[in-house]
Structures are given as C-alpha cells and as structure tokens.
C-alpha cells in the first residue's frame, strides 16, 4: 500500500520523532500558577520573535481570536471584518456568542484585502443608535493569499487614526513571512516580525504549517495579554501541565520555519502540473494552499473526483471548488501521484 497523501489540510500533520523528544523531556509545571518553563519558555521566543511585550498559549487558534476580540471590545462594541475571515465565518459566532461584540463583515477585494473606503465607511459615528466600532482584525495569509505589505500599514494606519485597535489573525503568518521574503529577499523572520509590528495583537497558529499537534500564541503589550490570560481561563482554555504540547511550539518555531519555502514550491509544482489538465482553472498558489476551480463539464463531478482520488489514497477537500494544501507530512513523490490520479479522472 502507498502512503496516504493528504492534502485536506496542514492540520494533519504529525509530530516529528525529534519533536516527541523535544516534548517528552519538556520541563514541566502548572501553568494555572504560570509555572510551567515550557510554556513560559514558549511565550517568551514567540513575543521575542514578532516584537512583541508578551504572549499567551492557548489550545486553539479559535480560542485566540476570541481573546483577543473580548480583549479589544467591550459589550456593544463591533469588529470591521472581512466577510471570508475565519474570526468571522468559521468561528461560530463565538465574539457575538460569549461577548456580545458584533461583527462589521466587509466584502473582500480579489487580492484578499479590504478596500480602505469600505473600512473608513464602516466606522461608526459616536451615535446611541450605532455599536461603537473599536477594532479592526485582518487576515494573513487569507485563504492561502498573501496581504501586501504597504496594504498592511495603510489599512492599520488608518485604523489607528480613527481610534481602532488591530489584530492579526496570522495563523498562517510565518507561510505569509515566507512567500514575502521570496519578494524582498530578507530573513523569514524579520518579515514575520514586520507583518506583526502593524498591529496591536497577533495570533499565530502552531499546528498548521509549523506541524505541532495542539496549540496557538496570541501576542500583544502586557495589559493585553493580561486580559487575554483572563479570558483564556473563563473560556476554559487554562491548561495545566501544557509545556509538553508548548514544547512542539517551540521545537517548531526553531526548526519547522525555514522548511514552510518546500510546502510553497510543492504547491507551486502541483499547480504546474494540473495547469494543463482540461476542465480545472486555478491562479498560481502564493503560499501552501492551491484552490483548484472545476469548470465546464468537470463541474458537476467534484464529488466524484474527490472519491475517486480517495480510492487512490489521496485526501482533498471541496465542492466545484477543490482545495490543496501542502505541508510537511507531503512530498514530491506524493504531489506526482495527485497530479497523476487528477489527470487520469478528468481525461478519461
Ligand atoms: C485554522 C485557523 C484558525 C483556527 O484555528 P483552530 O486551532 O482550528 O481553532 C483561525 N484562523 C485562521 C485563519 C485559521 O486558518
């Protein structure tokens, strides 16, 4: 039997031999006391990284943008919010939920920006009739697309200006920090930390492309993360002895970083194969995930396709549109395969 290839999401990833010993021999404590060295140590790196004052772990990347929304808002304060942000649509309703803080979606532009006329009409004057309008949350990556910089500084500028807190929701920021170093040539790194140092708060996720099995960071100055730690635990998330999961973290930010460039070239080589395959539309993938549009008679057989790649051993998500995402769990043998078992359904 071949290997499985995965491509429904980075999610799936599995700890790595050397990260189960990094967590297995991971310093422990209470976290509830703040005394586990393991998360501290992980809170320490990740603030230290993206300039930062502080951060808090938290078991999911849901949990850390509903901190950060009810650290930002109050009751009866809005967030401006782009309509496909997953701190709006993929989130339950959570802010509105727990914290009866509304929603301002706004309609994406093709780039994954929101237009700066849409934000600056979407304040609200200080009126009884309206929500006050206190934080402004982007994406980036957005559905696998990079958010130009300068975009970036305009629209966080903008909501400074009017009196706004920002927040990042960077679960994939290091796949944007990457696909930007590519443009400017600089260190992974720094362009994470220049992303981030355009907002108030930052959440990044662990266990995506990073490839640990559990966890998030959210980043901030110390007031913030203070009522983030607050919210954390009414919302359930105090962990106890979570230095053996804040260990993968940090095993990840240390050696999984620089690897996220092989997830984007396997994307990029998938994207290149199909690009000749009748019946699939697709725009080159910025990052590590590659939307694939059925168009024309293929249309109708999504389903089809995603089982028939099933029978292959290749896991996909989606309807009419197929989704892709490479990850550290895949390789070159197993995007051929895809690139194979798509090829053979669509011309036969
Ligand atoms: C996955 C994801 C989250 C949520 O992370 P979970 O750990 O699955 O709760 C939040 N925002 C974005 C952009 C994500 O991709």
Not at 231 to 249: S, T
Not at 326 to 336: F, R, S, Y
């Amino acid at each position: 039997m071949k290997p499985i290839v995965d491509l429904r999401s980075d999610t799936v990833t599995q700890p790595t031999a050397d990260m189960r010993n990094a967590m297995a021999s991971a310093p422990l404590g209470d976290d509830v006391f703040g005394d586990d060295p393991s998360v501290n140590a992980l809170q320490e790196k990740i603030s230290a990284l993206l300039g930062f004052e502080a951060a808090l772990f938290v078991p999911t990347g849901t949990q850390s943008n509903l901190c950060a929304i009810l650290s930002h808002c109050q009751r009866g304060d809005e967030y401006i919010v782009g309509q496909f942000a997953h701190c709006y649509r993929w989130e339950g309703g959570g802010a509105a939920v727990f914290g009866s803080v509304q929603p301002q979606p706004l309609q994406h532009q093709a780039d994954g920006t929101l237009r700066l006329e849409d934000i600056e009409a979407a304040i609200k004057p200080d009126d009884a009739h309206f929500a006050r309008t206190r934080l402004l949350a982007l994406e980036n990556t957005l559905g696998g697309k990079l958010l130009p910089f300068e975009y970036l500084q305009h629209a966080t500028q903008l909501a400074k200006s009017k009196g706004l807190s920002t927040h990042l929701d960077g679960a994939r920021l290091f796949n944007a920090a990457t696909a930007q170093a590519t443009v400017t040539g600089a260190d992974v790194r720094e362009e994470a930390r220049r992303i981030a140092g355009c907002f108030d708060s930052v959440s990044v996720c662990l266990s995506k492309g990073l490839g640990a099995p559990v966890g998030s960071v959210l980043c901030g100055s110390r007031t913030f993360v203070a009522s983030a730690h607050r919210i954390r635990k009414m919302a359930g998330g105090g962990m106890r002895q979570a230095g053996v999961l804040a260990a993968a973290g940090t095993y990840a930010l240390d050696y999984h970083v620089d690897r996220l460039a092989q997830d984007h070239a396997l994307a990029r080589r998938l994207a290149e194969g199909l690009a000749e395959v009748p019946g699939l539309q697709m725009e080159a993938p910025q990052t590590n995930i590659l939307f694939v549009d059925l168009v024309g008679s293929a249309k109708e057989r999504s389903a089809e396709l995603l089982q028939y790649l099933k029978t292959h051993g290749i896991l996909a998500t989606g309807l009419y549109r197929l989704r892709f995402v490479t990850h550290l769990d895949v390789d070159a043998v197993g995007i051929d395969r895809a690139i194979a078992a798509i090829t053979g359904f669509l011309k036969a």
